[in-house]
């Protein structure tokens, strides 16, 4: 009786199955990880942003008393001056022991300038605002695309919209009440 001597090993059939395998685990995975990325930077870019519009106003509180939060349902910035990140940090890391924030984010989640606006009247009804860009990065910082923006918040998924933050609360951000709709039949 004859024996053939046969290494042991993967047929041709086995690794491309196997390869296959990989290929269809990694079309599933990879739409879902790049959108876990662009969740990831909006959740930053709105925590840096609230974290840092809490501080200023707190520095607003200190100057001459808060602004009245909430009590439009739409955000119209009048009489607002762009700010520098110079500013901003001179208004919230003063020279002396008191500050407001540690380190006072520059750039949002997608490596975009932070945008900070402030009434030249403290004591109007609206005061500060910070604008994310976030993702589309439309407008290089500067002013901010739109003057007067709607208070609600927009599609979770849809990362090319802006952030805003003013006066105490966010004008857009991703969150915020569910909408129902009701059908009649």
Excluded at 37 to 65: I, M
Aim: aromatic share 12%; glycine share 6%.
């Amino acid at each position: 009786m004859l024996k053939r001597n046969r290494q042991r090993g993967f047929t041709l059939i086995e690794l491309l199955i196997v390869v296959a395998i990989i290929g269809i685990i990694a079309a599933i995975l990879i739409p879902n990880l790049l959108d876990a990325l662009q969740k990831a930077k909006q959740k930053r870019t709105t925590s840096d942003v609230r974290n840092t519009g809490t501080a200023w106003l707190s520095w607003l509180t200190d100057q001459v008393g808060a602004a009245s939060a909430g009590s439009a349902k739409q955000y119209e910035p009048t009489n607002h001056q762009g700010q520098s990140y110079e500013n901003i940090y001179w208004y919230l890391r003063p020279t002396d022991t008191f500050f407001y924030m540690q380190e006072i984010p520059q750039i949002d989640g997608w490596r975009n300038d932070l945008s900070f606006t402030k009434s030249t009247r403290l004591l109007d009804a609206r005061v500060l605002a910070i604008y994310a860009q976030c993702r589309d990065s439309s407008w290089n910082g500067g002013a901010p695309p739109q003057s007067t923006y709607l208070i609600e918040p927009f599609l979770a998924t849809d990362y090319d919209h802006d952030i805003v933050w003013a006066d105490g609360y966010f004008v857009q951000w991703p969150e915020g009440t569910k909408r129902t709709t009701t059908t009649t039949p």
